[in-house]
């Protein structure tokens, strides 16, 4: 399954017959949006610190400071990148913080595009029309990530809800899980 079979209709076909999935399936499933999930939010992440670079860009200039040298400007990543509030809900910690470099998405080069990382080191040198478009642009797609990443979350809590239910009725046992493992 790929991100964009989940984009337009995230949930009823890829849920659809739940109950009648084999264990097995079910698990895959849940798997593959699990790391589709861990995508989203890498990808997110990466938007992010590109908005949060160019808003501390901004305040430099609405407050007449001087541009940083490169040295300042790292000694000041911390506080700019960690700056940011966390959204409101309940979270999910992530097992990695980035996806395998084969997971690398269209939506990561669609944030690479806004705004290339090599152009980071030098927002300093951007014209203002310019940064506000470029925010705007990545305020946008961080916007869309983040909606497509609630409506995964639900299909996640579905699968896993499925899963529940069959080891709560006896449709699945540890037992059975256990002899599914390769032996060691």
Request: net charge negative; proline share 7%.
């Amino acid at each position: 399954m790929t991100w964009v079979e989940l984009e337009d209709e995230p949930g009823p076909r890829y849920l659809a017959g739940l109950d009648r999935l084999p264990l097995t399936e079910l698990r895959a499933r849940r798997e593959t949006c699990v790391e589709l999930e861990m995508e989203l939010s890498y990808v997110r992440r990466l938007a992010q610190a590109r908005i949060d670079l160019i808003v501390a860009e901004s305040e430099r200039r609405h407050l007449g400071l001087a541009s940083p040298s490169p040295d300042a400007l790292v000694e000041q990543l911390p506080h700019i990148l960690g700056d940011r509030g966390r959204e409101r809900g309940p979270g999910r910690l992530p097992s990695l913080l980035a996806p395998s470099s084969g997971a690398r998405s269209s939506l990561a080069e669609r944030v690479e595009a806004v705004l290339p990382a090599d152009r980071l080191g030098t927002l300093n040198e951007t014209e203002p029309g310019e940064l506000t478009s470029v925010l705007d642009q990545l305020s946008a797609l961080e916007k869309d990530i983040s909606a497509n990443r609630r409506k995964l979350h639900d299909v996640i809590d579905r699968l896993q809800e499925e899963l529940v239910r069959r080891y709560r009725t006896g449709e699945a046992t540890v037992d059975a899980l256990l002899a599914e493992q390769p032996s060691q």
